[in-house]
């Protein structure tokens, strides 16, 4: 102990500087890598979107032409969608009256006013997807899912509801509704 005093005494700025000397040659013996490491990659990584596309059945064409219904009378018509994407798809459709003649009878009282639209999915059953009024049908109705892939069919019935007796329908003879159903498959 008493050398380390008379060095002090000696040279306070030398012990100083040796006692810092051994000071940072522990820092680094104990930072200097003693420790363990390992590392992975997960190179390449890709995202990519989903496609969703349909085919219609009768892209185009009539799905339902009732020509000469009676009072009380149906007649229906059938169309089949496919899902040709990659991702669920929620199917739907609208309609639009491009025409309604009413023959005698003022646009308050249309014909369609009187026709009955019942939309079906035949493939999964269950309740109908629209059971009305042609004109109320307003909006998309339905939201079927239907997965990559599968395809299902709809069938479209319509009812002449019938007026009553006496001839309450005759204002009715030889009308005519023409109307457009639109599809759309957005994604799930």
């Keep these: 102990m008493q050398r380390f005093a008379a060095v002090w005494h000696a040279s306070p700025q030398k012990m100083v500087g040796v006692l810092f000397a051994l000071l940072l040659a522990a820092m680094m013996a104990v930072g200097s890598g003693a420790n363990f490491n390992s590392t992975s990659a997960n190179p390449g990584n890709v995202v ?10 009768k892209d185009g064409q009539f799905l339902l032409t009732a020509s000469k219904l009676k009072p009380g009378e149906s007649q229906s018509g059938t169309v089949t969608m496919k899902n040709d994407g990659d991702i669920d798809g929620v199917f739907s459709v609208a309609r639009t009256i491009t025409q309604d003649t009413t023959g005698a009878l003022t646009p308050s009282n249309p014909f369609a006013a009187h026709l009955n639209l019942k939309i079906e999915d035949t493939t999964t059953g269950g309740a109908a997807l629209y059971d009305d009024l042609l004109s109320t049908m307003s909006g998309p ?15 479209f019935t319509v009812t002449f509801n019938d007026g009553g007796a006496n001839g309450a329908d005759n204002a009715f003879k030889a009308a005519q509704v023409k109307t457009t159903f639109n599809w759309e498959a957005v994604n799930n």
């Design 48 to 57: 990519t979107a989903g496609n969703l596309s349909h085919i219609n059945g």
């Design 141 to 155: 109705k339905g939201a079927v899912v239907i997965a990559p892939g599968a395809t299902h069919t709809f069938k």
